[in-house]
Structure formats: C-alpha cells, structure tokens
Antibody, heavy 117, light 110 residues
Framework: QVQLQESGPGLVKPSETLSLTCSVS?????????WGWIRQPPGKGLELIGS???????YYNPSLKSRVTMSVDTSKNQFSLKLSSVTATDTAVYYC??????????WGQGTLVTVSS | QSALTQPPSASGSPGQSVTISCTGT?????????VSWYQQHPGKAPKLMIY???KRPSGVPDRFSGSKSGNTASLTVSGLQAEDEADYYC??????????FGTGTKVTVL
C-alpha cells in the first residue's frame, strides 16, 4: 500500500521560505510516476503547485513558478518542496501526492502551514 | 490557467439523486477524456471517486457515475446516503503534466 507523509514547520514568517518534505513508503519513487504538491487554502479549493519525476524533471504551476523549487532524494525515497517569499495567501493545507495515469492516485494526510509573524 | 467551474452547493434527500457540473475549456475538460472526481470529508484528504470521465476505482459504490459533453463534465450521485455529504472536486488533465481542479461543490444530504 502506497503511503505518503508530509513533514515540516507549521508556521513560517512572511517573506521567508516554506520547506516541506514528503516521505513515501510502499513504493519506490525511482519506479516511476510523478510526485507532486497540492495545496488547499482554508475553506477553498485545490491547487496543483507542481510535480517532479525521479529523474528530476519538473512541472511547476505558472502562477507559482518563480517561487517554487522541487527536488527528489531517491536514496531516502523522499521529495521536497520549497516556496520562497511567502505571504499570508500561502497559508494552506499542503498535500503531497502521487500523480500518474491522469489522476492523483495517492494523497498524504496533509499538513497545515500558516504564514504569520 | 483557471480553475474549473462548479456550483458552490447541491443538495438532495436520502435516496434521491444529485448531479454536479464541472465546466472548463477545450484546453482541459473538452480536450481530454481525463476528468476525475474527488470526494473530501472535513479534515480529510480527497478520495478518488471517478477517473477517465466515467470509471470507478475498486471499492467506490456504483451509485457514483460520471459523464462528459463538450467542455462540461458531470458527477451524479444516485440513492443519496448520509455518508455522501462532503465536498466534491472535479479535476482535468490539461497537458504537459498539468492538472486543473474545480472550485468545489458542497453536497448536503437533507
């Protein structure tokens, strides 16, 4: 059974960088699929931030592209998100997920990140 | 890229049917038969209910069905049950590893 678990600070100051890591179990990232980050502001809808293949190939949402960096560590079976210059509008539940076959097939439980001083 | 448009809310009594629409463009919904639907209960991660417009993953009741016409997809929940009360999001593949989500619909079982 594929399982994903987000980890990282729950509180980030404005203008700083949000950093999250997703640990994957039950499936080797190197075996394929894209691995992505999806966020959901409180009371609002879902937004794809971007995704990364184990080889390092990435897709970033054009609206966030200038602030997003994703990386993958196949030795730890983890992938990561960095979002720079955050503001209050970046406050959201951040989900890591496995993307492929044109669906989001597996989701982490989500982690709330609040941007506040 | 804009979010797909869904009605904010829909409701029905137990046993009735409810249909949710999801309107996009020819670059997403209309361009691919890769529309999926997710159910989200409060505080939980979304759960895949329909993929490739009208296919159900194993374990999803056949009360859930999907369809598409042009740039609009639809999810129908027949025989509404209390546990169907949740938020529902559509999603469409939009090319180049891009996925667009809908604005979300809150389904209330009266």
């Amino acid at each position: 059974q594929v399982q994903l678990q987000e980890s990282g600070p729950g509180l980030v100051k404005p203008s700083e960088t949000l950093s999250l890591t997703c640990s994957v179990s039950g499936y080797s990232i190197s075996s394929g699929y894209y691995w992505g980050w999806i966020r959901q502001p409180p009371g609002k809808g879902l937004e794809l931030i971007g995704s990364i293949y184990y080889s390092g190939s990435t897709y970033y949402n054009p609206s966030l592209k200038s602030r997003v960096t994703m990386s993958v560590d196949t030795s730890k079976n983890q992938f990561s998100l960095k979002l720079s210059s955050v503001t209050a509008t970046d406050t959201a539940v951040y989900y890591c997920a496995r993307l492929g076959d044109y669906i989001v097939g597996y989701w982490g439980q989500g982690t709330l990140v609040t941007v506040s001083s | 890229q804009s979010a797909l448009t869904q009605p904010p809310s829909a409701s029905g009594s137990p046993g009735q049917s409810v249909t949710i629409s999801c309107t996009g463009t020819s670059s997403d919904v209309g361009g691919y038969n890769y529309v999926s639907w997710y159910q989200q209960h409060p505080g939980k991660a979304p759960k895949l209910m329909i993929y490739e417009v009208n296919k159900r993953p194993s374990g999803v009741p056949d009360r859930f069905s999907g369809s598409k016409s042009g740039n609009t997809a639809s999810l129908t929940v027949s025989g509404l049950q209390a546990e169907d009360e949740a938020d529902y999001y559509c999603s469409s593949y939009a090319g180049s590893n891009n996925y667009v989500f809908g604005t979300g619909t809150k389904v209330t079982v009266l």
